[in-house]
Structure formats: C-alpha cells, structure tokens
C-alpha cells in the first residue's frame, strides 16, 4: 500500500471551494465517535494552520509572480483548517479538547518515534514524547480538580494517564532546546515528513494553550496552562531545528505539501466515520494538487527535480493506533535523560544554564507540581477513591448483620 506523489490526480484548484454552509459541518460526538477520530481532526488543523503560516512567511521574501499561487493554497488551506476545528463538538469542554491536544501529541509522536529511520531524530522525538506525556497527566489532575471528570472518557483508555518527564524540570535554557539537524541531501524524506509534522503539530498546542489559558478562574489552572505552553514553545523550536538550514525555502514547500498528503492519506486509511472520511478524502485530492503546482514551481524556479526532495511514493501510513507499549518502554528507560546543548545526557551532566533557568522560573513554586500533589488517577476521578471505601465498608456490614 503506497501512495503516488508524482502521478496521482488531485481536484483542480478552482474547483476547491466551499460554502458556508460546509465550513460549519455537523460535528461529531465527544463520546460516541472513536477518540481517535478526534486525534485526526486536531492533528490537521494544526497542519493546516502551520501550511498557512508557512506560506505567509513564504510570500514575503518569494517573487511577486509567485504569491498568486501561494495566496490561493492558502485560501483552500484556510477553509480546510476552518472545516476541520468546527468538526469539534460544542459540549466539549475546553479542559476535554485539551486532554485530546495531549492525546494527540502522545500517540503521534509515539508512532513517529518508532519508525523513524535516523537515531538521533528519533530520539529527539522520544525526548519531546515524555514530556507531552507528563502534560497529560498534569491536564488530567486539573480536570479532576476543576471540573470533576475523569480524562478517560475523552481517552477512551487508548493512553495511559500518569507521570513522565515531571513539567516542572522541563524548563531549559534556550541553548539546551536546539538540536542537530538532518542533512537535506542524506536524510530519508520520511525524516523531513516527520520534522514539518510535528513542528506543526506543536506550534498548534502553543497557540491554543496561550489563547484559552486566561479563560480560566481557577489560578491553577491560569498558571498551569502559561507553564505548559511555555514547554510547548521549546517543543516547537525543537522541532523546527532539526531542519536543514541549507534547504531552500521551495524546498521546505515541497516538504509540506508532501506532509500534508501523507498525513490525509494516513486519516483516510484510519478512519472509521464515514462522514469524517469523506472529508478526508475530498482535502487529500486537494493536497494532491497542491503538491503539483508546489512541483511545478519548483522545476521552474530552482531547475531540479523534485523527486531529489520528496520521494514519489509513501510507505505505510502513519496508525493511528495505541502506543502504550512503546511508551511506557520509553519512560523506563529515558525518563531521566536530560540536554546539554544538543545533545542527550544523563541527569547528573544537564547543563548548568538549565538548572539556572529552571530555578529562576519555578522560584515561586511549580503550578504542575501544586495541581497534581497527591493526584494519581483512578477511574472515575479522586471522588470515588474517597467513596468506594466508604461503599465497601457499608456492604460489609450489610452482609455481617452489624
């Protein structure tokens, strides 16, 4: 199973449009639909927000002859993204659409990790993994605390909910944030793919976090959800430095484009909503041709071939699956890894600006640390650990006649 990205024929730009009426679709369902049909739709929005932030920046320094092209991808790619967020129910929560933020981060950066063919990049994608994984469990502590509900039910028991890389030593110095980069000409075009993804991915979550953070009350919860989109933006530079500096700013459009097809050709392979699944179909025909005028330009402007970019078919999709093995793996073994620059060292060698850093910044105390303190998650949240020795003891003296 592979997909073409050479040959196979998207819809024609001019016939990409919409309605108002399809821009605001009939969303799907917090409980009934599968959580990992939530995970697809944050997941593209978030490729879409970061296809359309690219092009903006592209547009500044392209040709004037050029920027036609990039405002009317862009345009579509507005829409999609505009489509797929309104996809998200009204009756879920912001602390719900949070919980599934981190599901998504954890599952696919776990898949991403897995196959990713260079040593180092995976274990920056393991890095980043732990540390969104440590967020969940902070998210679902406020949950528990704010709302009364249990992470689960948006979970849908896919992803484990307890500590990883502890938030509050997350914190790093700017230098201990930037990583080695892929060689443009060397690197398997599944590593490029995998680098645009979640850069993209991550730099969503930042945004969301530092929009709907001061919409709380609960001081809490303000300070927790400014703590946590603090390491989101460290994620996001992360993962924007293990790009090649050298590659052409084509280059990293054909790169894109060529993430964003995957990434709707994984969504199709997945998902199991029909009405869902027709949407992700209609946006990879879309992509398609986006990638073909993305091609053309790129033979024009620069004379390659883009086939020495992006390769002309895809292996397997990205699963959208359970990662519980391979990540509670991962936390046995790297829990305690720590940076020194670009590198990953022990927890006894992490560079002195670091701790530096982290101390001013928890001087005051770690909101992660306060909301989480003497949480540990248990079906039904903390209420029924307090209720369910209460019921037992009843039940007992029930059956002994006492």
Known sequence: MSLDLFHERGTP???????????????ISKLDDDAFTRVRLILMHGVEQDACRFKHVL???????????????????HHQATLINWMQPADQSLLETTIGYEQTAIEVTAYVARVEPDPYIAQV???????????????AALMDRVEGKDANAILQSYTDISPGRATAV???APADDLRRWYDRERAAPLTKIHAA??????????????????????PVARQLYAEIASIEEQHVTQYHSISDPDETWLEKWLVHEAMEAYAYWSCVAY???PRVKAIWERFLDYELEHLR?????????EGRDPASVIPTSLPDPLDFVSHRKFVRQVLAREVDLRTNGSEFVPLSSESKA????????????SPSEAVAAGYRWAPGTELTSLLIPAATSQLFKRASGA
């Open 293 to 301: 005028i993305a091609r053309e330009i790129f033979e024009q402007v």
């Open 59 to 77: 547009s500044r320094g392209i040709h004037p002859d050029l920027r036609l092209s990039l405002a009317a991808i862009r345009r579509v790619e």
């Open 125 to 139: 994608h393991r890095f980043g993994l732990l540390e969104d994984f440590d967020h969940l469990y902070r998210f």
């Open 354 to 365: 670091s701790l530096a850093y982290r101390t001013h910044m928890n001087r005051d105390g």
């Open 13 to 27: 730009l001019r016939r990409q449009v919409f309605s108002w009426k399809e821009l605001a679709p009939e969303p």
């Open 197 to 218: 993804l979640l850069a993209g991915s991550e730099y969503q979550t930042r945004d969301f976090y530092l929009t709907i953070g001061p919409t709380f009350a609960d």
């Open 271 to 273: 998902e199991r909503n």
């Open 170 to 172: 997350e914190h790093r």
